[in-house]
């Protein structure tokens, strides 16, 4: 004997309310996409993401993005600072000096990474032709022109 199983008659609505869902995910996925720029519009490097930075082409965009990534870290020595720093914040009474000088080696180390990234985006700008910087400036007025929150398009 076989049985024949009736559907619910509340499963085409179910169906269709899913759908409806995953449609509007889709969409607004595609529009975040659409308005802000795929992946390979950003620009990354931990804050160097500067007019400058991004009315480069994208080669030398990616060049200095390696540039970043190949610079020294000493991810030990970030840890014992931070480990350090925790230490003195629960310390009584407080080290204010032991944070400070903690606190200005990173800044320092942050000032040397930003030296050295600069020095290698003047370094393509210098190697660029007279043609190749007219049109690094007029895409650099382009993104100067925009209001700061649309600098990431």
């Known amino acids: 004997m076989s049985e024949t199983r009736v559907k619910p008659r509340w499963m085409p609505y179910v169906?269709?309310?899913s759908l409806a869902l995953n449609l509007m995910v889709i969409a607004a996925v595609a529009s975040a996409v659409?308005?802000?720029?795929?992946?390979?519009?950003?620009?990354?490097?931990?804050?160097?993401?500067?007019?400058?930075?991004?009315?480069?082409?994208?080669?030398?965009?990616?060049a200095l993005r390696q540039d970043a990534i190949r610079a020294p870290r000493d991810q030990s020595a970030r840890r014992a600072e931070y480990a350090t720093v925790l230490e003195a914040l629960r310390a009584e009474p407080f080290d204010q000096a032991s944070v400070a000088q903690v606190s200005s080696a990173q800044q320092a180390r942050v000032l040397?990474?930003?030296?050295?990234?600069?020095?290698?985006?003047?370094?393509?700008?210098a190697a660029m032709d007279a043609a190749q910087r007219a049109a690094y400036a007029d895409r650099l007025e382009d993104i100067i022109a925009r209001p700061r929150d649309k600098w990431r398009r």
């Open 34 to 62: 659409w308005v802000r720029g795929g992946p390979q519009d950003r620009v990354r490097g931990g804050g160097f993401a500067t007019p400058y930075v991004m009315a480069l082409e994208t080669e030398d965009r990616r």
């Open 15 to 17: 169906l269709g309310v």
């Open 112 to 125: 040397d990474r930003q030296n050295m990234l600069r020095a290698a985006w003047l370094g393509r700008i």
